[in-house]
């Protein structure tokens, strides 16, 4: 019988990393003006980690339930291609991106918080929640982020895939104007 993997070698694994927008991407606030209009606060170090995925060779995605211009605009500035929003069924969209990308399931790593994104995390083959995630998703996560969702849990799991699949110390280097 086959020892189960640590989440290290699930993260070594991930092509493809997938993110729910609110209480993941954000702390999950959602503020409205009274004029309807709804604001989001966003982490720049979680920006800023999934754009080194990128740089890393590692497609990224969002994946979530609301649609929202701000989202929208912060996914061009992340340079996320693969943006899904107003989905009811997080399964279809994962599937859509596997078909798109030509991934299998284990290739996959995703971020949520409650319980519209189980059926994806137990299909990925990484499955990651922020801190103060749902404990349903906790229970059921590969790996956890001491920070809470939108307070830099994005950037927590940047960090443990680029470090998981040896990449981490060249990109520092390379911000760093150094060589490793």
């Known amino acids: 019988m086959t020892a189960p993997l640590s989440a290290a070698e699930r993260a070594s694994r991930v092509r493809l990393m997938i993110f729910d927008v609110d209480g993941v991407l954000t702390d999950g606030g959602l503020l409205f003006t009274a004029a309807g209009d709804a604001m989001k606060s966003f982490n720049s170090l979680d920006g800023h980690g999934v754009k080194l995925l990128g740089e890393a060779g590692i497609a990224t995605a969002i994946i979530t339930g609301r649609r929202s211009d ?11 291609a693969h943006l899904f929003q107003g989905v009811e069924n997080k399964t279809v969209a994962f599937d859509e991106l596997l ?8 290739d996959c790593g995703y971020m949520g918080d409650d319980w519209p994104d189980l059926p994806v995390m137990v299909r990925c083959g990484f499955a990651a929640a922020p801190a103060n995630a749902h404990p349903e998703v906790i229970a059921r996560a590969h790996w956890v982020a001491e920070a809470r969702g939108g307070h830099g849990a994005v950037r927590e799991v940047c960090d443990a895939v680029l470090r998981a699949q040896h990449r981490y110390d060249a990109l520092l280097a390379a911000a760093c104007g150094t060589r490793t």
């Not at 701000?70 to 996320?80: D, Q, T």
């Not at 078909?99 to 284990?106: D, E, M, N, Q, W």
Request: aromatic share 0%.
């Open 99 to 106: 078909r798109t990308l030509g991934l299998a399931p284990h």
């Open 70 to 80: 701000i989202v929208a605009a912060r996914a061009k500035e992340m340079r996320i």
